[in-house]
């Protein structure tokens, strides 16, 4: 069974810091495309970040671009996702996403190529 579980979430001061895990299960994490998303309430979700297959090749939303770090250990099947200078725009669940991928450098940004998704994990940024 597919399975990906996020965690690292919390609450943090703006300016500081989180690093979040997507953990998978029941596939090879080798042959998969890993997305991040978030939604804030009242919004619609939103693409974060995504990683290529090898790591080699990563996108990342404006927004975040520079503060915000994705990278991948496939032998630990784990997607992470550095957070740093947070600011409280950035409140949200933040959701990870596999989309299986025949060719090693694509990264997707739109939430409708991911076929598989975990549960999410809150991130509150506030003084």
């Known amino acids: 069974q597919v399975q990906l579980v996020e965690s690292g979430g919390g609450l943090v001061q703006p300016g500081g810091s989180l690093r979040l895990s997507c953990k998978v299960s029941?596939?090879?994490?080798?042959?998969?495309?890993i997305g991040w998303f978030r939604q804030a309430p009242g919004k619609e979700r939103e693409f974060v970040a995504s990683?290529?297959?090898?790591?080699?090749?990563?996108a990342y939303e404006h927004s975040v671009e520079g503060r915000f770090t994705i990278s991948r250990d496939n032998a630990k099947n784990t997607v992470y996702l550095q957070m740093n200078s947070l600011k409280p725009e950035d409140t949200a669940v933040y959701y990870c996403?596999?989309?299986?991928?025949?060719?090693?450098?694509?990264?997707?940004?739109?939430?409708?190529?991911?076929?598989?998704w975990g549960q999410g994990t809150q991130v509150t940024v506030s003084s």
């Open positions: 990683i290529s297959r090898s790591g080699g090749n990563t």
């Open positions: 996403a596999a989309h299986f991928s025949p060719w090693q450098a694509t990264v997707l940004q739109v939430a409708a190529e991911y076929g598989s």
């Open positions: 029941g596939f090879t994490l080798d042959y998969y495309t």
